[in-house]
């Protein structure tokens, strides 16, 4: 994909080069994968008859995850059934050798690098709408208050029976769009997404109550038109989007506690106590709102809630600011007896990455120590997940990076055009490698290269374009006078 002579793709295949991933998949997992075929064990038990359905975006084929829910008197039980990546994919092949190297699959906006060979992800493992396929199934029952009142994992072999999306099933549950065709087609899978739907409240009001942080997030996307980039759009994260994020973290949370209950070290996802938390107490005062001095999880959402309130329309501004303070995640291993670290952001005391083995490999470590308790083996040694877990954090730091490097690039073709108009936008960084900022509309990242001084994250400001290099991935901007 070029744009006046710039080539995108090459930039993207270099950016993977340069931060230590491999883009291209060496002739031995290709040979490994002309052996694998669609495998199901007759041995597991049969849920193919069940309303299974799966929500994601409108052009994924990776299918990771489908759900199904049932009412049982005040409680409803939930069923999440994850791709059975595992059973195809023996540890120590070339095919597991390579995702071990590249831990995650890699979205640059304008190709995707696969962790795993793609016919494997959206073909033979793939969750797919009518295919049987074996699955890691987490059942849970979540109670009236929101609380996961007990749960228990096994595998099984399922069928998706309807594939959605979030932009067409989000506006339905939020009543501002009529119901798509297939749920306007069948009673029953409508009644299964309302149902969904209102274990989905449970586990997220359950979860603000504890602390858990209720961000208004802003996800981009290249308009690309004749392989032109035309503009950025904007997707917002909605219901449909909640809904499923809300069974994911209830399925971590519920694999974190059944490993720590069977006592084997495994991969934990944490999110410590911010370090800049006198900033976000700082970015709370310029509301008139006040913080405890130490990290409190819940007076932090609460203030965030009172925002939302007060004023909806700069809420992501704020979400962004405070996103950004709180720091990335990472990946360590919890043995049987360690303190739990828990995860800041979802207020969880344990918690891990189980529920996308198709493209994130600590969630593909997880299901083989998963499987360990069945047949009682030992498939990672105490340094081995060590050095996965530390591998697992760098890499997905270098994939921010190759992402936010051709966000940058995309963003700089998509403004080349507007060079000299004015924006508002948001202080997000203060690096010593300078100060940058995202301007609200489009919602695009780049540096201050004037009028930067005493500058903080959070702040918000009116900047003007100076120049843009798609070449180098740079928006260049300078502040303008506060009217």
């Known amino acids: 994909m070029s744009h006046d002579g710039f080539d995108l793709a090459a930039a ?8 230590g991933f491999t883009p291209d998949f060496p002739k031995d997992v290709s040979d490994q994968l002309a052996t694998i075929g669609v495998s199901i064990d007759t041995s597991l038990r049969d849920l193919r008859s069940l309303p ?7 052009d994924s084929r990776d299918l990771d995850q489908i759900e199904w829910a049932e009412r049982s008197g005040d409680a409803i039980r939930i069923a999440v059934a994850i791709a059975d990546v595992e059973a195809s994919v023996a540890k120590g092949t070339p095919i597991d050798n390579f995702a071990a190297a590249q831990t995650t699959t890699v979205y640059t906006g304008v190709r995707t690098f696969p962790m795993l060979p793609e016919r494997l992800s959206t073909d033979l493992t793939s969750l797919a709408e009518g295919q049987d396929r074996s699955a890691v199934v987490i059942d849970m029952i979540i109670a009236a208050d929101g609380t996961i009142q007990s749960s228990n994992t096994y595998r099984a072999t399922v069928r998706n029976q309807a594939q959605l999306t979030y932009n067409s099933i989000g506006p339905w549950l939020e009543n501002s769009a009529s119901a798509p065709p297939k749920i306007a087609a069948s009673s029953v899978l409508e009644a299964q997404l309302r149902l969904q739907d209102e274990a989905a409240q449970r586990l997220a009001a359950a979860r603000e109550q504890h602390g858990a942080l209720v961000f208004d997030r802003i996800e981009t996307e290249p308009v ?26 209830a399925a971590n949370e519920s694999i974190a506690r059944a490993l720590r209950e069977a006592g084997i070290s495994s991969i934990r996802r944490v999110v410590k106590d911010p370090e800049r938390w006198p900033r976000i107490v700082e970015l709370a005062a310029q509301f008139g709102d006040k913080l405890p001095p130490t990290p409190d999880s819940g007076a932090l959402n609460a203030f965030l809630l009172r925002r939302r309130q007060a004023d909806p329309i700069h809420y992501p501004d704020i979400s962004l600011s405070v996103l950004k303070l709180l720091g990335p995640g990472e990946y360590i291993v919890a043995g049987p007896g360690d303190p739990e670290q828990g995860h800041f952001s979802l207020a969880a005391h344990d918690y891990t990455h189980s529920t996308a083995p198709n493209r994130r ?28 877990a530390r591998n697992c954090t760098l890499k997905e730091d270098a994939a921010r990076k190759v992402q936010r490097a051709m966000s940058k690039r995309i963003a700089a073709v998509a403004l080349e055009r507007r060079v000299g108009e004015s924006f508002s936008a948001v202080v997000t960084g203060v690096t010593p490698k300078g100060v940058f900022a995202r301007v609200l509309d489009p919602p695009v990242e780049g540096r201050i290269m004037r009028g930067e001084q005493g500058l ?3 702040d918000r400001i009116r900047v003007k374009l100076l120049g843009a290099d798609p070449q180098r991935g740079f928006i260049d901007f300078g502040v303008l006078p506060s009217r």
């Open 12 to 19: 993207a295949r270099q950016e993977m080069i340069d931060h």
């Open 52 to 58: 299974w359905s799966s929500i994601d975006n409108d």
């Open 361 to 388: 490999f600590a969630d593909l470590v997880t299901q083989r120590l998963l499987r360990s308790l069945e047949n009682r083996t030992t498939p990672y040694s105490g340094s081995e997940l060590e050095t996965i």
């Open 456 to 458: 903080d994250v959070g």
């Open 224 to 249: 690309i038109t004749n392989g032109q980039v035309r503009g950025i759009a904007v997707n917002r994260h909605n219901r449909a989007a909640q809904l499923i994020e809300d069974f994911m973290i």
